[in-house]
């Protein structure tokens, strides 16, 4: 399957939420929708779900018009929600209910998922009374109850302790694995670059970047490597030695010795003069941005 | 339609399983059981002593104090009628002191003052007395006249009476149901639109409503709520008054000799059949209006001022049903309300009771009402999907006006 944004514009009353988006997100491979606060990752998420309109362009999957009653979309909204005063058990079958499945269908997806998050013995209580991790991972029950292909996870990680967060890591990667469609919107970065395959950063309402996070990080300069030795005090004398007009400079971290060229084809120039030295070499690679930089690079500057 | 089934159970459910609503209607039904079966055991006065209150003291002074108190003893048989001195200001002290309710002090033989400390505005006693004295003095006049005491007694038995004969409605039969039932039509929307109200206001604060409005359709959400709340809310009612029904049949010998209660229960079936249409309609009308305005609140304290206009109206069509019933029902201004959406419901029921209605005007009313919820219905849906998803201070009426507008206008292109 494969959800197609394409060119959504969306404004409320005078204020341009949306100008021209377009992204999409296909069966197997996440999309992380990154954008700072404000920027229009929710609105784009109602938009996708049809909770309202967009003003101009469309929702396709599979290149035809996305059908909300034909697909079962679960959506975990970042703003966390279900009824405090209400046993967990009845409302999760209710939202079951809401999605389309049958009531018995309901109760076994539940016990499934509450058994799998291990929050089992919590399915009589009412809500309010858990600890903010366990409601989190009830509210990712309540998106998953009706066995959604469409998955949206909105902030799915904020607010929880690493046991738990590998546990929800877990059963996220089983439902990419499982074939399913998965979106995420973070800022987390560090939890998107775990599975998105794909990204699409939005900025004041405009994707400024998207594609395959491999391609990305590929196009940035290739031009500052790394280099692990056993032995930095050889290393830099050898690049300190002589003249080296290819090199643009180097700085000393703290186990990796960061060396940027003037051109990324001068590879290998450092190459042939690390060779004396290459028994103490460990690895010289090139340095990727992350996607924090990545992130910082296109969206830095007046935010709405 | 399956979804607004499902929401329909579930919020019918949380009324049924929600433990003040219960306790309520329990506390309710035992009041009224209490309240029923009341003449079964005590004594059968036990009515009109509870009309009469406390047995009062009265004091008569003045000239002729002795036989005139002796007279009015007869006359009010529940007071105690003894006489006193005729000194103006120890009199005051007495009553004053609560030694006596009342005074009366004897002036002249058509003319005596009735002292009290405070004048009530439910006290018949001094008109009693003036007409039991006159009555006398008419007799003593009389008889110096030199008449029999038979002629006396004759003449003074004198009188002229009606035979009612009503074509229409007998509104000493019907004034107490109709009241009732309108006080009750009022408080029913009143809570039971509240109820609405309250139940939007959770959901959108405790943001619920993020996943409902991503999982249902806001028309199912609208129509399950309002129809969930006004189904446990005629639950309620219905079990109310089929007990209290019930506990009067039970009963309905101790009650003998009460015509007020007994027309309150004997009130004719295609009345209850109105009764219960008005309900369920003028119901509905003001639950959508207290769920899409409640849909604007961002949190739970902000209801109270939005629905204020809405709650406005409801007093409206109250005061005008209420006031009208004193006066007379079938005025222009009651013509007008029994046709107008959201006075139509006690109006238009209020002069079924009470006045003479043409059948064109109780259909017209009806039929008009009918248009108005359904459509009511809609315009609310679409103010709720656009308010629940608006956060913080409730938009403008302009604003919200607005925000429809180009939803609906989004929503046409597709």
């Known amino acids: ?304 | 339609m399956k979804q607004f089934r499902h929401i329909f159970a579930f919020e019918y459910r949380s009324y049924a399983k929600n433990k003040a609503f219960v306790a309520t209607t329990v506390i309710l039904i035992l009041i009224m059981a209490v309240v029923l079966c009341f003449p079964r055991f005590s004594s059968g006065d036990f009515l009109s002593g509870l009309m009469a209150g406390e047995a009062r003291t009265l004091a008569v002074a003045g000239e002729d104090a002795d036989s005139v108190a002796a007279f009015l003893q007869t006359v009010l048989p529940y007071d105690r009628v003894t006489t006193a001195s005729a000194d103006e200001a120890a009199l005051h002290a007495s009553v004053l002191s609560g030694e006596y309710d009342a005074v009366i002090l004897l002036e002249s033989p058509t003319q005596y003052q009735y002292i009290t400390e405070t004048a009530s505005l439910t006290d018949t006693t001094s008109m009693t007395v003036s007409e039991a004295l006159s009555a006398r003095l008419q007799s003593i006049q009389l008889a110096s006249y030199g008449l029999t005491d038979a002629q006396v007694a004759s003449a003074m038995n004198a009188a002229v009476t009606a035979v009612p004969v009503t074509l229409g409605n007998d509104q000493s039969q019907t004034f107490f149901y109709t009241y009732i039932l309108i006080f009750l039509l009022y408080m029913a929307v009143m809570i039971y639109g509240q109820f609405v109200a309250q139940s939007v206001a959770v959901e959108k604060s405790s943001r619920a409503m993020e996943l409902l409005i991503t999982s249902a359709k806001p028309v199912n959400l609208m129509f399950g709520k309002v129809l969930g709340a006004g189904a446990a809310g005629f639950t309620q009612l219905i079990l109310l008054l089929g007990s209290a029904f019930l506990l009067y049949r039970v009963n309905a010998d101790y009650w003998a000799g009460n015509a007020t209660v007994a027309s309150i229960f004997d009130m004719p079936l295609p009345i209850l059949l109105y009764t219960i249409l008005f309900f369920v309609l003028g119901f509905l009308l003001y639950a959508f209006l207290y769920g899409a305005l409640a849909s604007l609140a961002s949190r739970l304290e902000d209801i109270n001022t939005l629905v204020m206009p809405v709650t406005f109206l409801m007093i409206i069509a109250f005061m005008v049903s209420i006031f009208s019933m004193l006066g007379d029902v079938d005025s222009l201004l009651m013509r007008v309300a029994s046709f107008v959406p959201f006075t139509s419901p006690m109006a238009m029921f209020t002069r079924i009771c009470m006045g003479s209605v043409a059948p064109w005007e109780i259909v017209l009313s009806i039929v008009i009402l009918v248009g108005c919820t359904v459509g009511i219905g809609y315009a609310a849906a679409a103010i709720y999907r656009v308010g629940v998803l608006m956060y913080g201070k409730p938009p403008k009426f302009g604003e919200l006006i607005r925000a429809v507008k180009n939803d609906r206008a989004a929503r046409r292109k597709r």
């Open chain 1, 1 to 304: 399957m494969r959800l197609e944004a394409k060119n959504i514009t969306k404004s409320f009353g005078e204020k341009h939420v949306l100008r021209d988006v377009s992204f999409s997100v296909e069966s197997g491979r996440a999309l992380g929708l990154l954008g700072r606060n404000g920027a229009g990752k929710t609105t784009s998420i109602r938009i996708l779900m049809q909770v309202f309109p967009p003003d101009s362009g469309e929702v396709l999957l599979d290149g035809e018009r996305l059908r909300t009653d034909r697909v079962r979309i679960g959506y975990l909204p970042e703003e966390r929600g279900l009824y405090p005063k209400k046993p967990i058990m009845e409302q999760l079958v209710y939202f079951g209910l809401l999605a389309g499945i049958s009531k018995k269908q309901a109760l076994q997806n539940a016990e499934r998922l509450l058994d799998r998050l291990e929050v089992t013995e919590y399915r009589d209580r009412r809500l309010e009374t858990l600890s903010k991790g366990n409601q989190q991972k009830i509210q990712l029950v309540a998106t998953l109850i009706a066995d959604p292909q469409i998955v949206i996870l909105d902030e799915p990680f904020s607010g929880l302790d690493p046991v738990n967060a590998q546990l929800l890591k877990d059963v996220v990667r089983e439902l990419i694995g499982r074939g399913k469609l998965v979106l995420f919107s973070s800022h987390q970065m560090n939890y998107i670059e775990e599975f998105c395959d794909n990204i699409a950063i939005l900025h004041e309402g405009k994707i400024v970047l998207s594609g395959a996070l491999r391609d990305i990080k590929r196009s940035f300069p290739r031009n500052m490597l790394e280099i692990r030795s056993t032995d930095f005090g050889r290393v830099l004398d050898l690049l300190r030695a002589g003249e080296k007009p290819w090199l643009a400079g180097m700085e000393k971290q703290e186990d990796t010795l960061a060396v940027t060229l003037r051109d990324p084809a001068d590879k290998g120039e450092l190459y042939r003069a690390l060779a004396p030295c290459a028994d103490a070499l460990d690895a010289v690679s090139v340095r990727e941005p992350s996607l924090n930089e990545i992130f910082v690079h296109y969206t830095k500057g007046a935010s709405v």
